[in-house]
């Protein structure tokens, strides 16, 4: 069964500090990695990882996949109140049919 | 640009009620999907469209429907409402089903169902 495994899932930290939220998964045929941040309402697009080492970064915002051992990194330095959300891993296979499945989220909280 | 809109963005309706979500991106993307999401299960796959004119089941199917009326738009209905059907429900759209585009959602509906 394809499954998208987040960890932890929470997480409280002060401003400034750096935070390392993971993904790990098992799917057949595997086509992209996703990181999306949900605060309130709608997931908003982060990252989409395709290949293992390349570092996609945005800001203080960084991700990282591992075809190999399976897992994706997402880095965020300097933290921020603003940044307090729901980061969900989505990972894309087609299989016969297609499909997205979703871990169920880390919810980060920043204190100011 | 609007970018993908959802109506209702609340709805309560008791059981056995029947009603449809609207959905529609402005967007000229070929596929759409409808998601639930629950406390502690994630984003779970309802229906999607890869392109117009086609359908699909996804994870959860049972108890929903879908039409995909034009390349816009994306409608998913509830024949008969169950309490289990309580949800938040987001729409989303893609340039094309292939993995390698990122989604983009709608805003959601919180759906009640007594």
């Known amino acids: 069964e394809d499954k998208v495994v987040q960890s932890p899932l929470s997480l409280v930290v002060h401003e400034g500090d750096t935070v390392t939220l993971n993904c790990s998964y098992e799917?057949?045929?595997?086509?992209?990695l996703l990181w999306y941040k949900q605060e309130k309402k709608a997931p908003t697009f982060l990252f989409m990882l395709?290949?293992?080492?390349i570092e996609k970064k945005s800001g203080r915002l960084s991700s990282i996949l591992d075809k190999k051992e399976l897992f994706s990194i997402l880095n965020i330095t300097a933290t921020q109140t603003g940044d307090s959300a729901v980061y969900l891993c989505?990972?894309?296979?087609?299989?016969?049919?297609?499909?997205?499945?979703f871990g169920t989220g880390t919810r980060l909280k920043v204190l100011a | 640009n609007a970018g993908v809109t959802q109506t209702p963005k609340f709805q309560v309706l008791k059981t056995g009620q029947s009603m449809t979500l609207q959905c529609a991106q402005d967007?000229?993307?070929?596929?759409m999907y409808w998601y639930r999401q629950d406390p502690g299960m994630g984003l779970r796959l309802i229906y999607y469209?890869?392109?117009?004119?086609?359908?699909d089941k996804g994870e959860v199917p049972n108890g929903y429907n879908v039409s995909r009326l034009n390349k816009r738009e994306f409608s998913l209905r509830l024949e008969s409402a169950a309490p289990s059907q309580t949800s938040v429900y987001f729409c989303?759209?893609?340039?094309?089903?292939?993995?390698?585009?990122?989604?983009?959602f709608g805003p959601g509906t919180r759906l009640t169902v007594l």
């Open positions: 989505a990972v894309a296979s087609s299989s016969g049919t297609y499909k997205y499945i």
């Open positions: 967007m000229n993307h070929n596929s």
């Open positions: 469209s890869a392109s117009e004119g086609t359908t």
């Open positions: 989303a759209s893609s340039l094309w089903a292939s993995g390698y585009n990122e989604q983009f």
């Open positions: 395709t290949s293992s080492g």
């Open positions: 799917v057949t045929n595997f086509r992209s």
